[in-house]
């Protein structure tokens, strides 16, 4: 056996089998495919293998072409019980957002373009009236997503100048979103104010000084201060801010239009609240628990809204029209007061233990396996740490729950469950209900595939 007994690139090019690898992927794609197949085969003739044959070539470099173009970006199905899961996609969306996000990507619309006058509109104001009729503010102004959003009003308004943060909110939380190291992306000067457990409001007030700009109050997001601990109210900070025409920019983190505490949760801070407390601007995601379309938002005084809609890096930040779309579409939800039946994230905190026990009990009964047992969900997204949620798990007790998990991730679509007690558990709480079939028939043959060791 030696290497001429392996084909050329041109050879391979003009089989039939290779011209459908053409038509599906691109000829130069093809092409660098089969130069890679036929590398590999001439290592491995190199090494005392058999030469492969043209047919063994061809799928082969079909093989390669499917791995190098397959997506990555994938739905799956998420039965973690982790309701806002930051690596999972966040907040599933609406019926309704998701139909606005098609009618709006299919051609053109009314970005940025007045329709009763026929001029030059402005992209803003699609969501503006809505997100001031919710939370009452004067103005809105929608961006990328928080992160930016806090970026955005710290280098519009703090540049330069400095920000009086308390210790207790010098938080990390997650991806990169530092409050210290966002502070000096912006240009301004973090003064830290406090102590790491208890901050008091003379504290704040003996920072003062004439360069103080701002006055920033960081939502703790995703962990908890327990024991002797501190902090000013927003209204007390509001109150001083006032004393020295200092504005409070409140960092909501997820941000609620709802109270959660209707829902058996702690109380995480609702955005018209603190409007109402007086914060001058006030942050948060589209994606937490709003329930909507990655997004910043920034609601609060007009004035310092339109000064940060004006500053260059509000362009640099925008919103794009599907997100402007889907967002429009969730707050209309909660205008209609239906968040609860129509937005998923909803729909899942308000989920009845009972419902979710039955969903487990019919999974049991279709794979004819498992065991129902108790559990808790989370709500994620960097709010209400250390609260969950009472729910129903399906626990499946195999020799190798880890494999079964890995079986389960190469499922299309895949499925993500959580290992617990060396048992793969489900939870139905975050499995959407146009998912349950696909579930099952994944979990069916999962554990019935070849070589079934899951099982
Ligand atoms: C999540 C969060 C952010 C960042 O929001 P993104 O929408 O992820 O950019 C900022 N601050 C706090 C307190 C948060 O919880």
Sequence with gaps: MSLRDLPSVDRLMQLEAVEGLVAAFGRSLTVEAVRESLKAAREAVRSGQVAPQP??????????????????????????????????????????ARQAIQDVAAGYSSLEFDLPHGRRGNRDEHCEQLLLRLTGAEAALVVNNNAAAVLLA????????????????????????????????????????????????????????????????????????????????????????REHELPVL????????????????GAEPRVQDSVRAGA????????????????????????LIGQLR?????????????????????LLHYIREEAETHIPVWTMIAAAPADLSRR??????????????????????????????????LSVDVPHPSELARRLRELDPPIIGRIADDRLVLDPRTVLPDEEEPLLAGLAAALEGPGGTAR
């Excluded at 409140?250 to 949760?265: E, M």
């Excluded at 329930?291 to 910043?296: E, L, R």
């Excluded at 004006?310 to 969730?330: E, G």
């Excluded at 794979?367 to 740490?385: K, Q």
């Design 55 to 96: 047919t063994e070539l061809v799928s082969q470099t079909r093989a390669r072409l499917e791995t190098w173009l397959a997506p990555t970006l994938r739905p799956l199905i998420n039965a973690t019980g982790v309701i806002i899961h930051t690596n999972l996609g966040r907040a599933p969306l609406s019926q309704a």
């Design 154 to 241: 710290l280098t519009g308004l703090a540049r330069r100048k400095e920000v009086l943060v308390s210790r207790t909110q010098l938080i990390e939380i997650g991806g990169g979103f530092r409050i210290p190291d966002i502070l000096k992306q912006s240009g301004a000067k973090l003064v830290e104010v406090g102590t790491t457990n208890r901050t008091h409001l003379r504290d704040y007030r003996s920072a003062i000084s004439e360069r103080t700009a701002l006055i920033l109050l960081a939502h703790h997001s995703n962990f908890k201060i327990i024991g002797f601990a501190a902090e000013p109210e927003l209204a007390e900070l509001v109150e001083l801010g």
């Design 250 to 265: 409140h960092d909501l983190g997820s941000g609620s239009l709802l109270d959660t505490r209707a829902y058996g949760l």
């Design 280 to 303: 001058a601007l006030t942050a948060f995601s589209g994606d937490k628990l709003l329930g909507g379309p990655q997004a910043g938002i920034l609601v609060g005084e007009r004035v």
């Design 310 to 330: 004006r500053h260059p890096m509000a362009r640099a930040v925008r919103a794009d029209k599907l997100c402007l779309a889907a967002l429009s579409a969730t």
């Design 360 to 393: 487990a009990q019919r999974w049991q009964a279709r794979l004819g396996l498992g065991e129902v047992i108790e559990g808790r969900s989370t709500v994620g997204g960097g709010s209400l740490p250390e609260e969950t949620l009472p729910t129903w798990l």
